[in-house]
């Protein structure tokens, strides 16, 4: 009976919006859009490096670092990060304040900060031995389906120089995401702008990237073939230099023995590979790393101790 009543005299459904029946959602943002296949690739090592982390409280963490190698990067940093607790996620915390110090004074810090919902922002300041070598301001939005971003890097209004980078990134369809990017630069007796635009598709299992522009072209193409393995391939093309490289790279993991193994090979002839172990109980990661340049006949090795 109640159903034959419900049928007579349904109930109005709630009206909704066309930003609700949207089925697309925030692309990210113009920079991350190779990360994903760029994770994937070993880092290069060489010498010998020792990182100690403390957590002094939930939102203090310091860190030290000491390398010795033989191209002339040794020495020590000192590091520190602190994270706010106005959380905008489960895994996201804000204002966000990072720095590292080395043996000579010279300085890296960021800080990062969520204004609104949909505001964020970010200061970066580089020093060389107490002078000033490089900073920037960003401010980036997010909606609902698109992200946009400024830059603005080294500005300078008595000399009128100065960097300004606009991104645009706008989700087309729950896969496709298509965006651009406009670098301005200017400095006493130049100035010039360089444009590039942006594809990228996204399956179930893969990431394919292209960056069309007016210094070249960038396509990377990653693909998770199960929970261990996965790819990624790297092309570059280059106006400027004219030359061209394509890089294959893979990532291994196994979880039951705490392991992590990255390869890589280019067009270049350069063929390297990283392995992590971690030795769970103990807050330890070893790291082992070697790259061999067959073209130069040059050949890097490296071995890293993280502790915490």
């Given at each position: 009976m109640g159903s034959v009543l419900a049928a007579a005299s349904p109930t109005p459904?709630?009206?909704t919006t066309a930003e609700d029946d949207s089925p697309l959602q925030n692309p990210g943002t113009y920079e991350e859009c190779h990360r994903k296949c760029k994770e994937v690739f070993p880092l290069q090592m060489e010498g010998v490096r020792l990182?100690?982390?403390?957590?002094?409280?939930?939102?203090?963490?310091?860190?030290?670092?000491?390398?010795?190698?033989?191209?002339?990067?040794?020495?020590?940093?000192?590091?520190?990060?602190?994270?706010?607790?106005?959380?905008?996620?489960p895994a996201e915390s804000f204002p966000v304040m990072v720095g590292d110090m080395d043996n000579t004074g010279s300085l890296n810090a960021q800080i990062i900060h969520q204004l609104t919902s949909a505001v964020r922002s970010k200061i970066a300041i580089?020093?060389?031995q107490h002078k000033f070598v490089n900073w920037q301001c960003d401010m980036e939005y997010r909606g609902k389906d698109f992200t946009s971003a400024v830059?603005?890097?080294?500005?300078d209004v008595l000399v009128g120089s100065g960097i300004v980078v606009a991104h645009y990134l706008q989700s087309i369809t729950p896969a496709l995401a298509l965006g651009g990017e406009l670098?301005?630069?200017?400095?006493?007796?130049?100035?010039?702008?360089?444009?590039?635009?942006?594809g990228r598709y996204t399956g179930d299992n893969f990431v394919a990237t292209l960056t069309l522009g007016e210094a070249g072209a960038h396509a990377t193409y990653y693909h998770k073939a199960n929970d261990q393995l996965q790819v990624g391939v790297e092309f570059e093309a280059s106006t400027r230099m004219q030359d061209t490289s394509t890089s294959?790279?893979?990532?291994?993991?196994?979880?039951?023995?705490?392991?992590?193994?990255?390869?890589?090979?280019?067009?270049?002839?350069?063929v390297g590979a990283t392995l992590e172990k971690k030795l769970l109980p103990l807050p330890l990661t070893l790291a082992l790393g070697a790259f061999l340049n067959h073209r130069k006949n040059k050949f890097q090795c490296g071995f890293g101790v993280t502790i915490g």
């Open positions: 459904a709630p009206a990182v100690v982390n403390k957590g002094l409280s939930n939102h203090f963490q310091v860190s030290h670092t000491i390398t010795l190698s033989t191209l002339g990067d040794s020495g020590y940093r000192f590091g520190s990060t602190y994270v706010g607790s106005k959380q905008t996620g580089q020093t060389q830059t603005l890097g080294n500005p670098v301005y630069h200017r400095r006493p007796g130049e100035e010039g702008t360089v444009t590039s635009l942006l294959f790279g893979y990532q291994l993991d196994i979880p039951k023995a705490n392991l992590l193994f990255k390869g890589t090979v280019d067009s270049n002839w350069v």
